[in-house]
Every structure is written in C-alpha cells, then in structure tokens.
C-alpha cells in the first residue's frame, strides 16, 4: 500500500451545527481559517493534506467537516 501521508483531498464545511470551537484551525491552519466577524471557520483551501484534514475531521465536535471518500463510521 502507497504512503498516503502526503496525499491532498477535497474538503468542505457544512457549517450549520458548529460549535465555533477553533479546533479545525489548530489542528489545520492550512486549510481553515478563522472569519472575525462572523466567529466561524472559514476554508482558506479547497483541498489538503490528508492526514491534517482527517485529524480535525475526526475531532470536529458538530460533524461539520466533508472529506470527499471519507467515511466517519471507522
Ligand atoms: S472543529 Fe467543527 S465545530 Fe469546531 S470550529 Fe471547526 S467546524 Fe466548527
């Protein structure tokens, strides 16, 4: 099996239920930053790194995270 740590995948937010806890721009700062004005993350990049992205994925209290193929049932 290839190493897949540095792979990129698709991402996007569905933000309806955040909790605006930060966590995904600690964990991903790459891909998500942080709107001041409306105190919620925002995607600064469509696409990541996988590991970094499925981290805050998995950690994302609200299920608020979309990673195209990734199923949170694992
Ligand atoms: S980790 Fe989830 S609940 Fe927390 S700010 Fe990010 S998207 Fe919102």
């Not at 806890?21 to 469509?46: A, I, N, R, Y």
């Amino acid at each position: 099996m290839a190493n897949q740590a540095d792979d990129t995948v698709d991402v996007g937010l569905d933000l309806e239920h955040c909790s605006g806890c930060q966590g995904c721009v600690e964990m991903c700062p790459e891909v998500f930053g942080w709107d001041d004005t409306l105190e919620l993350p925002v995607l600064k990049d469509s696409t990541g790194r996988r590991e970094q992205v499925l981290q805050a994925a998995a950690f994302c209290p609200k299920d608020c995270i979309r990673v195209a193929g990734w199923k949170r049932d694992w």
